[in-house]
């Protein structure tokens, strides 16, 4: 089955396909300067949490690879403005900084092992490509987990892109419906659009028709419609960010989402890997929301759509934990109350089994 690869470390530089030009056109970029990734994160050439956490990681391993720096004191504060560039590009997915914090730890273990920069170069690359192989592992243990939720045939339904081009591996939400694919469920996926970047629309119905799983693509106005027929017997999506009590940010329009299925009696989900977790504030009100440009709402593809007037663009909104029915993760399954179940799940080293 199809998997699409949105990162890969070269050795020509970090090599992305620009998610921006999907689904028309195929096209990746080579980058070479740790500040062209940056830019990259900020424009979404890549996007979805997990992806940008690699994308993150490999743009701080190129910054010390492409060093100039003679002294190891240089080095290193060469590399903190590097974490620092890369921290500003999106505020709300906490796998960027979850990344970033690994990267630092690994430097300052390499550091303190070494005065080789070659050694010290090759280490931080190390530690980025197993990041990235990390995410993909992490990503097949949520699918598995989550499969078991799934519907043995009929609807179900998705928000924005948590697929292979939102994580670097199968997917987080879009993961879960591949394993119940793959393990014989007969799925119907209804994807809305997910203005006003039409991730659904231009992202996970090409990875899913890529992938021949059968879907149907629906305006995000049809949610309500869709969920009262019924027909639908889950939603799963995927999370930029974790709160310590269950509150999840994922992209605008997931929040109405999931108070229509709890209105339906439609079981919500999210899936998500554990670096997702921010279990240092205790709920979604202390989760950061991103503003983006009015112009990806005036605008589509460059052309207005909407008079000159004032536009807000939230990219993210919370849905609180008690519209959540479960959390699946790489080492378990967590129900409420989540304020437990999440750390616990954090304090985990290997999977944590949990009653259906």
């Known amino acids: 089955m199809y998997v699409a690869q949105p990162i890969e470390w070269t050795e020509r530089g970090v090599v992305m396909l620009d998610q921006r030009r999907l689904p028309a056109e195929e096209i990746s970029y080579t980058y070479t300067d740790y500040r062209e990734v940056a830019k990259a994160i900020r424009e979404m050439v890549i996007r979805g949490a997990p992806a940008i956490g690699v994308a993150a990681a ?42 970033l914090e690994r990267m630092k730890r690994r430097f300052a273990e ?18 980025a490509r197993k990041i990235h192989l990390e995410k993909r592992t992490t990503d097949e243990a949520i699918g598995r987990f989550g499969a078991e ?51 659904g629309a231009r992202l996970t119905a090409w990875e899913l028709h890529k992938g021949g799983i059968p879907l149907t693509l629906i305006t995000d106005n049809m949610v309500g419609h869709f969920l009262k027929s019924g027909k639908v017997g889950a939603i799963v999506t995927g999370a930029d960010r974790i ?45 950061p929301i991103e503003e983006r440009s009015a112009a990806e709402v005036t605008h589509l593809q460059g052309v207005r759509i909407a008079p000159d007037v004032h536009a807000a663009h939230p990219a993210f909104d919370v849905t609180p934990a008690r519209y959540i029915a479960a959390i699946f993760t790489e080492r378990g399954v967590a129900r409420a109350p989540y304020n437990d179940s999440l750390r616990a799940l954090a304090r985990a080293g290997q999977p944590v089994a949990t009653a259906r």
């Open 58 to 99: 490999m743009g701080a391993a190129l910054g010390i690879l492409q060093s100039s720096a003679k002294s190891l004191a240089a080095l290193q504060s060469e590399f903190q403005e590097i974490c620092d560039t890369l921290a500003k590009t999106r505020p709300t997915a906490v796998d960027l900084f979850w990344a």
């Open 149 to 199: 939720f799934m519907p043995r045939e009929g609807q179900v339904m998705t928000q924005c892109n948590a697929g292979a081009l939102a994580t670097g591996g199968i997917g987080t939400a879009l993961g879960v419906i591949r394993v119940a694919f793959e393990q014989g469920r007969k799925l119907h996926v209804l994807v809305p659009e997910t203005r006003p970047y039409l991730q």
């Open 243 to 287: 709160a310590a009590n269950g509150d999840t940010a994922n992209k605008i329009g997931t929040y109405q989402i999931a108070v229509l299925a709890k209105e339906n009696k439609v079981p919500f989900y999210i899936a998500a890997p554990v670096s997702t977790f921010d279990l240092s504030i205790p709920d979604g009100e202390h989760i």
């Open 110 to 127: 390499l550091t303190a092992e070494t005065s080789d920069f070659a050694k010290i170069k090759q280490g931080m690359v190390d530690e």
